[in-house]
């Protein structure tokens, strides 16, 4: 009963959008490498600075934003695909990163089959939302980085969030395959999640030197208006380095301008949920980088076993 009343006022006071409970926010686009993990890794990160307490769900079998955190991806335990069978509790499966503030729930290759696992399960569409609302109020923001689908993992993420963040490519097929996002979206805001809104629209890779990226961003401007984020993600050679690393751009380099780009986008994301005051960086080049190691626990196992073999 408490809870219950304790559920229903944080619901109530979301409508004056103030969030006791995390927001949940998915990154989806069913088009493949358009920059979702990117934008998950950088933004979840940029926030994270920021004093907002985070959690990252990677929900792609790939496990990119596994590996771009600095989590080895063959590690069976605590993984995101515990979480949805419910082998272990959500609590169980959340890992600390090296950035204060950033925690993550992991994924590995077992993803692979797990729609096959949930398909027979009851309200399948729900386990994920089922599974986060045990640990939402333990963050101010959970993003949920989708696998480039629209399968039964997808909609358990859609139907789990608040809002979802479309990351979209500044290339010539750009809008190619958003009217089925868009339009299963509208599916589930009527069936099964009527408090999914779009949270914004993202131009990812832009080049400001082609004219290609101009014409999709005027383009993307007149669809889209207040929805698309002001923000732009240049293309930048220091972004698609820091996977490699292990380590979000925003700690990689600082400096670069793929860093600028996701700190901006973090301000931008932050007022637009009435958090403003926590913006951090007018002057990235005042930003010092908290200290990151690649190598976090379960790597750090990883390696001692390697070495002692
Ligand atoms: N702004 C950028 N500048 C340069 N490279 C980028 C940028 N954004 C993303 N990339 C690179 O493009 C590739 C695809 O990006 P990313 O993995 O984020 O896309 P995705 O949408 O998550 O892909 P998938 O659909 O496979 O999950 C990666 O190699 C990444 O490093
Ligand atoms: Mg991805």
């Known amino acids: 009963m408490y809870n219950f009343t304790y559920w229903r006022i944080c619901r109530n006071l979301k409508i004056f959008n103030i969030h006791i409970l995390a927001k949940i926010i998915s990154i989806a686009n069913q088009k493949g490498g358009v920059g979702k993990t990117t934008t998950a890794v950088n933004l ?8 907002c307490k985070v959690l990252l769900v990677d929900i792609d079998p790939q496990s990119n934003a596994t ?3 600095g989590f080895p991806t063959n590690s069976m335990e605590g993984s995101v695909y515990e979480l949805l069978t419910g082998i272990r509790s959500p609590k169980d499966c959340i890992k600390k990163t090296e950035i204060q503030n950033l925690f993550i729930i992991p994924s590995n290759i077992n ?9 027979a399960m009851q309200e399948r569409e729900f386990i994920l939302k089922k599974r986060l609302d045990e640990i939402r109020e333990f963050f101010d923001f959970i993003f949920i980085d989708c696998p480039p689908s629209l399968s039964l993992i997808t909609l358990n993420s859609l139907v789990a969030s608040d809002s979802v963040l479309i990351p979209v490519q500044s290339e010539y097929y750009a ?3 958003l009217t089925m996002l868009l339009n299963t979206i509208k599916m589930i805001k009527n069936r099964l999640n009527s408090n ?3 949270e914004g629209y993202l131009l990812t890779m832009f080049d400001s030197r082609l004219k ?3 014409q999709v961003a005027t383009e993307l401007e007149k ?7 002001p923000v732009k993600v240049m293309r930048n050679v220091k972004i698609s380095e820091s996977p490699s690393f292990g380590k979000p751009v925003v700690v990689y380099d600082p400096l670069s301008i793929g860093a600028k780009n996701y700190t901006e986008l973090a301000n931008e994301f932050l007022r637009r949920n009435g958090k403003e005051h926590l913006q951090k960086f007018d002057n990235i080049l005042t930003y010092e980088a908290p200290k990151f190691e690649v190598v976090n ?4 196992e990883t390696n001692n076993r390697a070495n002692n073999n």
Request: aromatic share 8%; net charge negative.
């Open 297 to 300: 626990k379960e790597n750090e």
């Open 223 to 229: 669809y889209f208006q207040d929805k698309l984020y």
């Open 196 to 198: 999914l809104e779009i």
């Open 44 to 51: 979840c990160a940029s926030l994270a600075i920021s004093g």
């Open 175 to 177: 809008l190619e395959g």
């Open 67 to 69: 590996s771009g955190m």
């Open 111 to 119: 993803l692979v089959g797990i729609e096959i696992e949930i398909v």
């Open 212 to 214: 290609l990226s101009n």
